[in-house]
Nanobody, 131 residues
Framework: QVQLVESGGGLVQAGGSLRLSCAASGHTFITYAMGWFRQAPGKEREFVAVISWSGGNTIYADSVKGRFTISRDNAKNTVYLQMNSLKPEDTAVYYC????????????????????????WGQGTQVTVSS
C-alpha cells in the first residue's frame, strides 16, 4: 500500500510561484505514475498534471501548461509541482495521487485525467492566489 502526504501550499500573490511536494511511502511507489489534481469550493476535482513512473513523460491540463512543471525523485519517493505565474483561478486544494496504468491505456491521455483511475490520494494542501 502507498500513503501520500502533500506539503508546500500557502498564500501567494498573482504572478507569484509556489512549489508543492508529495512524499510517498511504500515500496511500489516507483511503479506508479503520479498526478496532481485540484478542487475549489463548489467545483469538481480537476486534473492538473501527471508524470510517468520513470519521469520521462508528462501530461498537463491546458489551463496550466507552460506555467506548471511536474517532476519526481524516486530516490526520495517524492513528486513535485512547480507552479509559476499563478492566477487567482489556481486557488484550490491540491492533491497528489498515484495510478498504475495497464499496457493498453499507458499512452492514452484521457486515462490520466480520470480521478477514479487513481488508487492512492493524499489529504491535500491549500493554495490561495490573491488578486
Amino acid at each position: 500500500q502507498v500513503q501520500l502526504v502533500e506539503s508546500g501550499g500557502g498564500l501567494v500573490q498573482a504572478g507569484g510561484s509556489l512549489r508543492l511536494s508529495c512524499a510517498a511511502s511504500g515500496h511500489t511507489f516507483i511503479t506508479y505514475a503520479m498526478g496532481w489534481f485540484r478542487q475549489a469550493p463548489g467545483k469538481e476535482r480537476e486534473f492538473v498534471a501527471v508524470i510517468s513512473w520513470s519521469g520521462g513523460n508528462t501530461i498537463y491540463a491546458d489551463s496550466v501548461k507552460g506555467r506548471f512543471t511536474i517532476s519526481r525523485d524516486n530516490a526520495k519517493n517524492t513528486v513535485y509541482l512547480q507552479m509559476n505565474s499563478l492566477k487567482p483561478e489556481d486557488t484550490a486544494v491540491y492533491y497528489c495521487a498515484g495510478t498504475q496504468p495497464t499496457g493498453s491505456d499507458y499512452y492514452t491521455r484521457a486515462r490520466y485525467e480520470r480521478d477514479y483511475e487513481y488508487d492512492y490520494w493524499g489529504q491535500g494542501t491549500q493554495v490561495t492566489v490573491s488578486s
